[in-house]
C-alpha cells in the first residue's frame, strides 16, 4: 500500500561522490520530511516542506540539501558523500493539520566506503 | 524548546509478559502520537491521543494519555513475537517531536 515512494532502497557508494535520494508520494500531501536514522534508533530530522518551495533544516545539522519544486516529490542531495553519512535515510508525508499522522517511505540504505 | 524523553531505550521479555513504554514531554501537548517499525522496515502509525486522560484500545495494546497531556504510556500485555519492534512516541504541539523509542525484543 506504499504511497510514499523511495529509490533506490539500497546504495553503495564512493567517498566524494554526489548522490540524490529520491522521494515521492502521491496522496497529494503537504508537508514532506526527511529523517536520518541508525537501523531501529533514534529518527533525526534533517529537512523539511510545508509546500512547494518552501524547504527548512531539520534538528540534526546535515550537509545534504533538499528542494521542493513539485508537491509530491522531495528530492534530498548529497554533494560528496563521506563515510559518516552512512545510514537509513527515510522520507515521510503528512497532510497539511498539524495532527495527521507520517506516511513513510520503505527508506534508503546508504553506505559509503 | 520542546523535548520527548521515551524510556526505556531497550526491553526484553519473555513471550508472555507484560510490555510498557513510557513518553514525557517538557512541555503541554496538544495530541501525541505512536509508531512502531518492525526490525528492518520503516515507522507505521499506530495511534494518536488527544483528549486529557485519554485511554484507547487496540487488542492487546493500551494507550494512555496524561491528565496534564505531558506524558503518555503504551502498555502490551502478554506480548507475543510479532510485537518485536521498536515503538515511538510523538509529541505534536507547534511541531512534532519524536522520542528515541523503545526497542523491544521477545524470546519465544
Known amino acids: 500500500e506504499a504511497d510514499i515512494y523511495q529509490t533506490p532502497r539500497y546504495l553503495v557508494i564512493g567517498t566524494g561522490k554526489k548522490i540524490t535520494l529520491e522521494c515521492s508520494q502521491t496522496m497529494g500531501h503537504d508537508k514532506m520530511y526527511w529523517y536520518q536514522q541508525d537501523p531501529g534508533m533514534e529518527l533525526h530530522l534533517i529537512h523539511y516542506s510545508y509546500g512547494v518551495n518552501s524547504t527548512e533544516k531539520g534538528d540534526l545539522s546535515s550537509e545534504s540539501t533538499v528542494s521542493r519544486i513539485r508537491t509530491e516529490h522531495f528530492p534530498l542531495t548529497l554533494e560528496s558523500a563521506r563515510p559518516s553519512h552512512t545510514s537509513q535515510y527515510l522520507c515521510?508525508?503528512?497532510?497539511?493539520?498539524?495532527?495527521?499522522?507520517?506516511?513513510f517511505g520503505n527508506g534508503t540504505r546508504l553506505t559509503v566506503t | 524548546g520542546q523535548q520527548v524523553m521515551q524510556i526505556p531505550q531497550y526491553q526484553h521479555v519473555q513471550e508472555g509478559e507484560d510490555f510498557t513504554t513510557y513518553c514525557n514531554s517538557s512541555t503541554t501537548l496538544s495530541n501525541i502520537q505512536w509508531y512502531k517499525q518492525r526490525p528492518g522496515g520503516h515507522p507505521v502509525f499506530l495511534i494518536q491521543l488527544v483528549k486529557s486522560g485519554e485511554v484507547k484500545k487496540q487488542k492487546r495494546l493500551t494507550f494512555q494519555f496524561g491528565e496534564a497531556k505531558k506524558n503518555s504510556s503504551l502498555h502490551i500485555t502478554a506480548t507475543q513475537t510479532t510485537d518485536v519492534g521498536t515503538y515511538f512516541c510523538a509529541g505534536i504541539n507547534n511541531d512534532m517531536r519524536f522520542g528515541a523509542g523503545t526497542r523491544l525484543t521477545v524470546k519465544p
Open positions: 515521510a508525508s503528512s497532510p497539511h493539520d498539524r495532527s495527521s499522522p507520517l506516511h
